[in-house]
């Protein structure tokens, strides 16, 4: 392992090490103006959802490492403390990297970066029309983390209103993440896409407490063919198989008949290549029967 004590890298270098580590990240695309009304748009990957009851956002317009100067976002929201957050998707990311650059105060990124401003109800920063989803917030506390160049300065901001685009729900009124298509930062020049085949779902635990990794036999733990996600999903269920269970699942691929033709070994791992395909088709229970060792 690489060991690294924060303290003893130059900025930029453990900048680069956070940034490609704590990946993805969100990006909130903010929109405020300043105390004369003007408004300003850029993007920060420093940025999550941290609450529901109140529904809290928090971002951070860092200090530049470079010169220690101060974003326009964070003057603006220490002047009005108001923000709209848009989402990002894939067909504004290029625009959303147009208006990161290092533009002067008063040059207006909606304009620079090709964007529709639309006003807000509840807020006076603008709203990102190509945005399909806005939340509206007024910022309760600006944290500043630090005084030197690459200090965080948490922005922490009550939601107000949200608008999303109704063109991203399922039928169901949720949001769709193949339709929403979002993106996010990683380190370096590299961002990730949210839809295809990079989206997953992993099911929660339920209201019964699953029997734990530590409750499968050793021979399930040093398993040569099932892997950390395979155990992971037989370990989240409430126990073992009983008995009977487990003949019957041993019936049905003729578990008697495969070892009479395998060495223990074979079998072993013959065993757990049926169940890991069993485990692809959601029959996590009997996956789990049929490599019990009686």
């Known amino acids: ?18 940034t490609s580590c704590v990946a993805p990240r969100p990006i909130a695309f903010a929109s ?20 529901a009851n109140p529904p809290i956002v928090v971002f951070s317009p ?14 603006n929201v220490k ?4 923000v709209v957050i848009n989402m990002v998707n894939y067909s504004m990311v290029n625009q959303v990297s147009l208006a990161s650059n290092e533009f002067a105060k008063g040059v207006n990124e909606f304009e620079k970066a090709g964007f529709t401003s639309v006003g807000s109800d509840l807020v006076k920063p603008l709203r990102v029309k190509e945005s399909p989803a806005q939340f509206e ?59 295809g085949d990079a989206v997953f779902e992993v099911e929660k635990p339920g209201a019964i407490v699953a029997m734990g990794w530590d ?32 003949i019957k699942y041993r ?17 072993r791992k013959s065993i757990h290549q049926l169940a890991k395909e069993l485990i692809a088709k959601g029959e996590f229970k009997k996956a789990l029967g049929i490599c019990v060792e009686l």
């Open 215 to 246: 409750k499968l036999p050793d021979y399930f733990r040093t398993s040569e063919v099932l892997t950390g996600n395979d155990l992971g999903l037989l370990a989240n269920l409430p126990g073992m198989p009983n008995l009977d269970e487990i």
């Open 62 to 75: 860092s200090r530049k490492g470079r010169d220690n100067t101060t974003k326009h976002t964070f003057d």
């Open 251 to 267: 019936e049905e691929i003729d578990y008697e008949g495969l070892k009479s033709t395998m060495s223990k070994v074979e079998l």
């Open 79 to 82: 002047e009005v403390p108001e």
């Open 32 to 51: 405020t103006v300043d105390k004369d009304g003007q408004p300003n748009l850029s993007p920060f990957s420093f940025f999550n959802v941290f609450g």
């Open 1 to 18: 392992m690489l060991e690294l004590i924060p303290s003893e890298l130059p900025v930029a270098k453990l900048f680069s090490y956070l």
């Open 137 to 195: 917030c007024k910022v309760l506390n600006v944290i500043e983390t630090g005084s030197e160049g690459g200090a965080g300065n948490l922005v922490v901001c009550e939601v107000l209103k949200i608008h999303i685009d109704e063109s991203i729900l399922d039928s169901d009124g949720n949001v769709d993440p193949q339709k929403a298509d979002w993106v996010a930062r990683m380190g370096k020049d590299f961002y990730c896409r949210a839809s």
